[in-house]
């Protein structure tokens, strides 16, 4: 076990330093940032002490490591727009992407796990059509299509949620589930197939022959085993919403770490889109590895392969 997790963690180290790179680069690929930040009117000189007072006189490998050194410690600097530290506004605007993330992935397994579990055990049936139906639909509506339409009928028409803001859980919810639909044809996907390859298995036959009860059969023997891979997908699936965030916190208008990396975007400030790239991809990086951990430990065979 101990080897499986350092060969997990030597890869997602591996994959961290490509994306620190990146998202590096996404400073200098974008043109001359001394003029970005000193303004069109600025003249050569001013250019040039900009330049020189930001460290951009020097060469790359040295910012490069000067920015990883105080990227690591939490310090990316100030943002171009707000003018105040880029940490002090990621902080400020993460807890409201968290939540909304953990909100919209909790709703997603609990729609999709047992109508995948469902759609195995009456497979070919009038209940398994309709879940791939419902799995297709689900694939085939944008998310910010479905978040207008929830505004219109829930917020505008029926008045019984409201249209934007955090201020009550109220507002969580139907952020939460145009942001959780996308995720739940894919997490009802996989507990279909993974049902429906356990209860082929012969383990579940000697389970049926004993005579127990279908019920716990598939609860019981069946559901822990095909749940396995539901655990990896789940944590791919939390680094897509936080970093998806940004539309459906656009359309409601919801101030967390999404909107923060539009108006940045938007506005050129590229320490906070820095910033946002390189946390979220972290996030990903760290819930991918420790979702191949917990695989293991459910799943021996991982760790022998």
């Known amino acids: 076990m101990l080897a499986f997790t350092l060969r997990r963690l030597v890869v997602a180290l591996s994959v961290a330093f490509t994306v620190s790179v990146i998202a590096f680069a996404l400073l200098h690929l974008s043109g001359d940032l001394a003029i970005t930040i000193a303004g069109p009117e600025a ?17 790359l490998p040295i910012q490069y490591l000067d920015w990883l050194w105080h990227a690591a410690h939490l310090d990316f600097g100030n943002s171009f727009f707000f003018r105040e530290s880029v940490t002090a506004l990621i902080s400020e605007r993460m807890p409201v992407t968290m939540r909304l993330g953990a909100i919209a992935l909790t709703l997603s397994l609990v729609v999709a796990v047992p109508l995948g579990v469902l759609a195995a055990v009456y497979r070919g049936t009038a209940i398994d059509r309709l879940a791939l139906s419902f799995c297709v639909l689900g694939q085939a509506i944008p998310t910010f299509c479905l978040g207008l339409a929830l505004i219109i009928v829930f917020a505008v028409n029926l008045r019984w949620l409201p249209v934007s803001g955090t201020a009550t859980w109220q507002s969580y919810v139907l952020p939460s589930v145009a942001l959780g639909w996308y995720a739940i044809p894919a997490v009802m996907r996989l507990s279909r197939n993974g049902m429906l390859e356990v209860l082929s298995q012969d383990y579940i036959r000697t389970a049926r022959a004993k005579g127990l009860s279908p019920t716990k059969v598939v609860l019981k023997h069946a559901l822990r085993n095909a749940i396995i891979p539901v655990v990896a997908l789940a944590a791919v699936q939390f680094g897509f919403m936080l970093g998806g965030s940004i539309v459906v916190e656009a359309v409601f208008s919801m101030h967390g770490i999404g909107h923060l990396a539009w108006e940045a975007i938007s506005r050129n400030d590229f ?35």
Do not use: C, K, W
């Open 43 to 59: 003249s050569p000189a001013q250019v040039e002490e900009v330049r020189h007072q930001y460290g951009l006189d020097r060469p």
């Open 271 to 305: 320490p906070v889109v820095q910033a946002v790239v390189l946390i979220l991809a972290g996030i990903y990086i760290t819930l991918t590895f420790l979702a191949d951990v917990v695989n293991a430990l459910l799943d021996p065979r991982m760790r022998v392969a």
